[in-house]
């Protein structure tokens, strides 16, 4: 029965995968990761409209989560689409390493907006920039237990803004965008820079969420999930093998 569901979808077009399996949905992997100790704090650095905070208070009810969105009119939206949801907290300025005011170039999708330079930017405005350090000290959150950064290129300056922290332990998983292949047209950071510079800090690989492939480029897009190897559980649900 089983051979003949796979078989009758691979025939349609659909291809079955097991549960269990890492690398297929984020929110499944972290939460059986952290089953022992479930997330309480999330930072939704990149925030755009608001998507991945809904998702995330959806798969993680208990955790307050921080979205963090520079752009005006984005930050507009998120405020808009989050109201509903008790848990989430907006900051309209963007995370790195130092604090101040910094220019941001905007793009035509909103999700494309980097403090990098893009291609075709429209314009480009000044906004405020906090340490990740810093709003944990002033907002009084210890353990961030996961930290996700999509900010088209700018992830390891979130990250060393994060040092102290990082330091002591206290950043449970981070789930990054990343690019495989880097290309000047792609202003996203290197996996491979991003995998040195945590494993540098403790941090073991999980998965990889593809994305996307650009054929013209030969760029892969995806988003990486790392754990913070001291604070990995000893077991987990299902068939994921002891990783500590």
Same mark, same amino acid.
């Given at each position: 029965?089983?051979?003949?569901?796979?078989?009758?979808?691979?025939?349609?077009?659909?291809?079955?995968?097991?549960?269990?399996?890492?690398?297929?949905?984020?929110?499944?992997?972290?939460a059986?990761?952290?089953?022992?100790?479930?997330?309480?704090t999330?930072f939704?650095?990149?925030?755009n409209?608001?998507?991945?905070?809904?998702?995330?208070?959806?798969?993680?009810?208990?955790a307050?989560?921080?979205?963090?969105?520079?752009?005006?009119t984005?930050?507009?939206r998120?405020?808009?689409?989050?109201k509903?949801?008790?848990?989430?907290?907006?900051?309209?300025?963007?995370?790195?390493?130092?604090?101040?005011?910094v220019?941001?170039?905007?793009?035509?999708? @909103?999700? !494309?907006?980097?403090i &990098?330079?893009?291609? $075709?930017?429209? =314009?480009?405005?000044?906004?405020?920039i906090?340490? +990740?350090?810093?709003?944990?000290?002033?907002?009084?959150?210890?353990?961030?237990?996961l930290?996700?950064?999509?900010?088209?290129?700018?992830?390891?300056?979130?990250?060393?803004?994060?040092s102290?922290?990082?330091?002591?332990?206290?950043?449970r998983?981070?789930?990054?965008?990343?690019?495989?292949?880097?290309n000047?047209?792609?202003?996203?950071?290197?996996?491979?820079?991003?995998?040195?510079?945590?494993?540098?800090?403790?941090?073991?690989?999980?998965?990889?969420? @593809?994305? !996307?492939?650009?054929? &013209?480029l030969g760029? $892969?897009?995806? =988003?990486?999930?790392?754990a913070?190897?001291?604070? +990995?559980?000893?077991?987990?649900?299902?068939?994921?093998?002891?990783i500590?």
């Amino acid at each position: 029965m089983k051979n003949a569901l796979k078989y009758l979808a691979l025939e349609s077009g659909l291809y079955i995968a097991n549960s269990c399996r890492l690398g297929i949905d984020v929110e499944l992997d972290l939460a059986r990761l952290s089953s022992d100790s479930p997330l309480q704090t999330i930072f939704d650095v990149g925030a755009n409209f608001g998507q991945t905070a809904c998702r995330f208070a959806k798969a993680f009810p208990s955790a307050a989560i921080c979205s963090f969105e520079p752009v005006p009119t984005s930050y507009s939206r998120l405020v808009e689409k989050v109201k509903s949801l008790p848990k989430v907290r907006t900051f309209n300025c963007a995370l790195g390493e130092a604090v101040g005011t910094v220019q941001i170039n905007i793009a035509a999708s @909103a999700g !494309s907006c980097s403090i &990098r330079s893009i291609k $075709a930017t429209l =314009n480009s405005v000044d906004v405020s920039i906090q340490t +990740l350090d810093n709003i944990c000290d002033s907002n009084r959150i210890d353990v961030v237990d996961l930290l996700k950064i999509d900010v088209e290129g700018f992830e390891l300056p979130v990250l060393r803004g994060a040092s102290r922290r990082l330091s002591a332990g206290k950043v449970r998983y981070i789930y990054a965008e990343c690019v495989l292949a880097p290309n000047a047209e792609m202003p996203h950071t290197s996996f491979f820079d991003l995998h040195n510079f945590l494993s540098e800090r403790g941090f073991c690989f999980v998965s990889y969420y @593809a994305e !996307s492939f650009d054929l &013209r480029l030969g760029c $892969a897009l995806g =988003n990486v999930l790392y754990a913070f190897r001291e604070r +990995l559980p000893g077991s987990v649900p299902g068939s994921i093998r002891n990783i500590s």
